[in-house]
């Protein structure tokens, strides 16, 4: 009754005057917050408080009060989704964007990736936020998307290569290629693999999956395994082999 309801604003209250006191936002900018946040907790099974405390974490998280008050909406959405903490939620979004080089605009992007592969390679978003540590940087630096990135991780998940094992082999696949050393380097360039377009800039990851499937079609299965060890090293080449087959259907949308 009236007591639960007095509980529910007081909560609302307390929750904004933490968010003032993090963000250091004038009065204008927390009337903002405040109105998206009873928005939320109208529409979302969240309620008002929660859904500034999510802006607050994700403020506490480099975001400014703006870029917060976008991106919890998403956070909330996949929050509920998959029964996860709103402030986990928030904070994983926020960060597996910013290993991608992305702003809080793409928020809705970020949030609708992370539900739709955690369930296509049956983990959770958990699990792929930890394949994600380890596959992000590698492919930022490769100018690999945020997509490609989850369909590699998806493949080898489906071979039971999941999160930190699926980020580290996806990584390290992506390494022999587009950064290979000595023998590796003479190997992929005997055999024609283009990863590089003529202006020198990286291809996407499928194209140079499905340009090495295509070089190394015509060898022998001895000459095949042996180019494969060379480029990308024991531990790798069979991830190497598994997207290489991937990229002829799951992974040659991207």
């Not at 809705?108 to 992000?136: H, P, W």
């Not at 587009?178 to 377009?197: C, E, M, Q, S, T």
């Not at 022998?220 to 991830?239: V, Y």
Request: net charge neutral.
């Amino acid at each position: 009754g009236l007591l639960s309801m007095f509980n529910v604003g007081a909560q609302f209250e307390k929750a904004l005057s933490g968010l003032k006191a993090a963000s250091g936002a004038d009065d204008i900018a927390m009337k903002r917050a405040e109105q998206a946040a009873m928005r939320y907790g109208e529409s979302t099974k969240f309620s008002g408080a929660q859904a500034v405390e999510g802006m607050t974490a994700l403020n506490k998280a480099g975001y400014s009060l703006d870029e917060s008050i976008l991106s919890v909406g998403p956070a909330l959405h996949l929050a509920a989704a998959e029964g996860m903490s709103l402030e986990r939620a928030a904070e994983i979004n926020a960060d597996v964007l910013n290993q991608f080089g992305l702003g809080a605009e793409q928020a809705g992007r970020g949030a609708d990736f992370l539900a739709k592969t955690s369930n296509l390679s049956s983990t959770n978003v958990e699990g792929l936020y930890n394949a994600l540590k380890y596959a992000g940087p590698a492919a930022k630096k490769y100018n690999v998307t945020l997509e490609e990135t989850g369909a590699a991780l998806t493949v080898l998940s489906g071979k039971g290569i999941k999160g930190e094992a699926g980020g580290t082999a996806v990584r390290a696949v992506m390494d022999g290629l587009y950064a290979p050393v000595n023998d590796a380097r003479k190997v992929i360039k005997a055999l024609g693999i283009a990863i590089y377009d003529a202006q020198g800039k990286a291809l996407p990851f499928a194209k140079v999956l499905q340009n090495m499937d295509k070089a190394i079609s015509g060898l022998t299965e001895e000459r095949k395994n042996a180019a494969l060890q060379k480029i990308f090293g024991t531990s790798a080449a069979g991830t190497a082999n598994v997207l290489m087959e991937a990229s002829r259907g799951a992974l040659a949308q991207y």
